[in-house]
């Protein structure tokens, strides 16, 4: 993290929470940040799922080996209190199997809210809505409308 993007988890704060989901985000969800800023106990719930942190360290795993130039960007970062929205879009060049699914040499790009709830400068919980028919869409999956 660079030194303006520090964290002081000495004391939380909305500043220090969007700080942290910022950085979390400018470093594209890697398994390494989800291990560093995500608790060991770590839930995220998507749709009807609710997934552990090995199991977003696992998705994000095979999502960065098929988008191997994957990034994210906060299009907004919103927070109060102990938990912080974030609006963003993510990209990268369809290079690699996905689920079974070839590469297609497509970009691709996705778009999401995350609410994230943050204790002591580390994320316990998300709840995540990502656009998945055009996610799906553009790796070939379901043809386009």
Same mark, same amino acid.
């Not at 002081?8 to 704060?13: I, L």
């Given at each position: 993290?660079?030194?303006?993007? +520090?964290?002081?988890?000495?004391?939380?704060?909305?500043e220090n929470n969007k700080a942290l989901i910022r950085h979390v985000v400018e470093k594209a969800w890697k398994p390494s940040v989800i291990e560093e800023f995500c608790a060991s106990d770590y839930v995220i719930h998507f749709g009807?799922?609710?997934? +552990?942190?090995d199991d977003l360290i696992e998705f994000m795993s095979m999502l960065h080996s098929a988008l191997m130039d994957l990034r994210f960007t906060a299009d907004d970062i919103i927070a109060e209190g102990d938990k912080v929205v974030t609006r963003w879009t993510a990209s990268g060049t369809h290079q690699g199997v996905f689920q079974g699914i070839q590469p297609t040499g497509n970009q691709v790009v996705f778009t999401g809210i995350t609410i994230s709830r943050i204790e002591n400068g580390i994320i316990v919980e998300d709840w995540e809505e990502v656009d998945q028919l055009n996610f799906t869409q553009q790796f070939g999956v379901f043809p386009e409308v």
């Open positions: 993290m660079s030194s303006e993007d +520090t964290v002081d988890t000495g004391k939380p704060s909305t009807r799922e609710t997934l +552990t942190r």
